[in-house]
């Protein structure tokens, strides 16, 4: 069955509600109908015909859309979802190395938002641009950071911060040789992971290249 036909008569009742809690969450992600319909792979028509109940989805596409919209079918079925983790202790938030930076989570997975805890060695991914939907917001903790937002390039000291949209060209280095620390929140579940070079569970490797 494509993701475009009506559901099968088995599955109507079960998704018979789901109409405004696509709308009540994609608001919730923060995604225009556009946004939130190009992620899926859909046209915004279609999905906006989801979302007034013109169209049923398939379970195929509600798993898509649970994906796009960082929540479980079961939220977006209307069932309440379990309660998730919002304390992270620091000896249990073990590093992921990507590119070249380290990261560590500083906040519970499966939210709208990822909260990381990031250390960004000199040199590394200092020439990469980045654009993709979403915000970001990030907070010197250590070390001088270089931020160039379109044509405009800042330097950060400890104590300072930057909140801006992501589809906003960027890039991230550290200034100095000593590398920078920084908390980062971005609405990660709203881009492909790699647009962040941020990869799965690695060891912490020496020099924090992989």
């Known amino acids: 069955m494509s993701p475009a ?3 099968a008569p088995e ?4 998704l018979l509600g789901v109409a405004p809690q696509l709308r009540a969450l994609r608001r919730r992600a923060a995604l225009t109908l556009e946004a ?3 992620s899926a792979g859909l046209s915004p028509a279609h999905l906006s015909r989801l979302e007034t109940g013109h169209r049923q989805p398939s379970l195929p596409m509600l798993l898509t859309l649970a994906r796009v919209y960082g929540t479980t079918v079961s939220e977006l079925l209307g069932e309440t979802p379990a309660e998730r983790q919002s304390v992270i202790r ?3 938030a073990e590093p992921s190395v990507a590119g070249g930076w380290t990261y560590r989570q500083a906040g ?3 939210r709208g938002m990822q909260a990381l805890r990031v250390q960004v060695p000199y040199g590394a991914q200092g020439d990469i641009v980045r654009v993709h939907p979403g915000e970001e917001w990030l ?4 070390g001088r950071l270089r931020l160039r937002l379109a044509d405009t390039s800042y330097t950060l000291e400890p104590g300072d911060s930057a909140h801006f949209d992501s589809a906003t060209p960027h890039r991230i280095a550290a200034a100095e040789r000593e590398g920078a620390e920084l908390l980062f929140v971005h609405t990660l579940l709203q881009s492909p992971a790699d647009a ?4 799965g569970t690695h060891p912490r490797t020496a020099g924090g290249a992989r």
């Open 108 to 110: 519970a997975p499966g």
């Open 196 to 199: 962040l070079c941020l990869g």
């Open 11 to 14: 599955q109507s009742e079960a």
């Open 90 to 92: 620091a000896a249990e």
């Open 5 to 7: 036909d009506p559901a």
């Open 139 to 142: 907070h010197v903790l250590s």
């Open 36 to 38: 939130a319909a190009a």
